[in-house]
Antibody, heavy 123, light 107 residues
Framework: EVQLVESGGGLVQPGRSLRLSCAAS????????MHWVRQAPGKGLEWVSG????????GYADSVKGRFTISRDNAKNSLYLQMNSLRAEDTALYYCAKDKSSVGATEYYFDYWGQGTLVTVSS | VIWMTQSPSLLSASTGDRVTISCRMSQGISSYLAWYQQKPGKAPELLIY???TLQSGVPSRFSGSGSGTDFTLTISCLQSEDFATYYC?????????FGQGTKVEIK
């Protein structure tokens, strides 16, 4: 059974940093691209960042480019999101999501999601 | 950026109804469209990809159609567990974007 478990969320002041983690199990982690998608309270979904299976291809939404860094550790079956210079508008539930892609490819849609970790940016 | 217009935003329906949700793109995306269902307090779940391919395990009452700029999600016979919010997502062109969502509520 595919499981994605996010952690690392919390309350943080504007301008500070936070690192999110996603522990994956139930599939061959290093075969698949992975993504972060966020949802502000009461709002819709926004793709934040994605990383290919071998970290060779990485992308960011314009809203986070230059502030957030995605990474993965295939040996630990883990995905990360380093978030710096946080803003109030970054307040959201952050989901880790598995790409639907077949091995080695990236499709950019998501067949499994974690339950999310809440990030609140407020003074 | 591809702009997506999902309609309606709110749909009131009864169990057993046939419902359709529309997703219109600002430019053609071939069939690079996915649909998700999200229930309150839960993560989204993939229903359909490639505009019309049903994800494994999804009931056959769900179907998708369309290509280019106009797409439709249809639920043929609404069940109680289908009351949720539905999102379309394009994966044709970066950045990957979602529609604003359609909430299907009990009439």
């Amino acid at each position: 059974e595919v499981q994605l478990v996010e952690s690392g969320g919390g309350l943080v002041q504007p301008g500070r940093s936070l690192r999110l983690s996603c522990a994956a199990s139930g599939f061959t982690f290093d075969d698949y691209a992975m993504h972060w998608v966020r949802q502000a309270p009461g709002k819709g979904l926004e793709w934040v960042s994605g990383i290919s299976w071998n970290s060779g291809s990485i992308g960011y939404a314009d809203s986070v480019k230059g502030r957030f860094t995605i990474s993965r550790d295939n040996a630990k079956n883990s995905l990360y999101l380093q978030m710096n210079s946080l803003r109030a508008e970054d307040t959201a539930l952050y989901y880790c999501a598995k790409d639907k892609s077949s091995v080695g490819a990236t499709e950019y849609y998501f067949d499994y999601w974690g339950q999310g970790t809440l990030v609140t940016v407020s003074s | 950026v591809i702009w997506m217009t999902q309609s309606p935003s709110l749909l009131s329906a009864s169990t057993g109804d046939r419902v359709t949700i529309s997703c219109r793109m600002s430019q053609g995306i071939s069939s690079y469209l996915a649909w998700y269902q999200q229930k309150p307090g839960k993560a989204p779940e993939l229903l359909i990809y490639a505009a019309s391919t049903l994800q494994s395990g999804v009931p056959s009452r769900f179907s998708g159609s369309g290509s280019g700029t106009d797409f439709t999600l249809t639920i043929s016979c609404l069940q109680s567990e289908d009351f949720a919010t539905y999102y379309c997502q394009q994966y044709y062109s970066f950045p990957w974007t979602f529609g604003q969502g359609t909430k299907v509520e009990i009439k």
